[in-house]
């Protein structure tokens, strides 16, 4: 996967269908890393551009508004995927697929086909935010495993997640606010 800056993976044939070839290697769809494709004899050889963008596995996400932040932005693209007809449900999602650049903030996903049979969207998203949970290190990950119940245990939109997203960062960002005006006085 991830190895001295570049990103390769490799896949079975016929794993990814020939316009998700076409939309991703073309760069139109800017959510998503640039990539390339090196037919071998068992499969393709998929090659990511991720020029300015690392993992996030290679980031040590420790505070849970950093960890909302990115939730956010990667809710986001898979909401704006369907534009380019790219099926959410067959993005795998890992802190090793999502990557980020540290310099503008931005999240971006390397498109790499769900194979594992009885992972469905929710199931994958919670695991994504069990990741994320997983090195927050402020006592707040609870924001983070109470959107792991809302996605899980109900069937919403995306915006409906990404607005729970929202809420919980004004949330966190009013008792900070509240915390440091009562060290402050």
């Keep these: 996967m991830w190895d001295n800056r570049e990103f390769r993976v490799k896949i079975e ?41 690392a993992p996030l596995s290679s980031y040590r ?10 939730l956010e932005r990667t809710m986001i693209i898979l909401n704006r995927a369907v534009e380019y007809l790219i099926t959410p449900s067959r993005i795998t999602l890992t802190t090793d697929t999502v990557f980020y650049n540290k310099e503008t903030g931005e999240i971006k996903i390397a498109y790499v086909p769900m194979t594992q049979e009885g992972v469905n ?48 960062q004004r949330e966190l960002y009013q008792q900070q606010t509240t915390q440091q005006d009562r060290q402050g006085a």
């Design 61 to 70: 996400i420790e505070r849970t508004e950093d960890a909302l932040y990115l």
């Design 121 to 168: 969207l929710r199931k994958n998203i919670v695991l994504f935010i069990g990741q994320l949970k997983a090195e927050i290190r402020d006592g707040k990950g609870n924001y983070l495993r109470e959107v792991a119940k809302y996605v899980y245990h109900h069937n919403y939109f995306f915006k409906d997640i990404i607005n729970k997203i929202g809420l919980f």
């Design 13 to 53: 044939d016929n794993v990814m269908r020939e316009y998700e070839k076409v939309m991703l290697s073309s760069g139109e769809c800017s959510m998503f890393m640039p990539m390339g494709f090196m037919s071998e004899d068992d499969g393709e050889l998929v090659c990511y551009d991720c020029s300015g963008f």
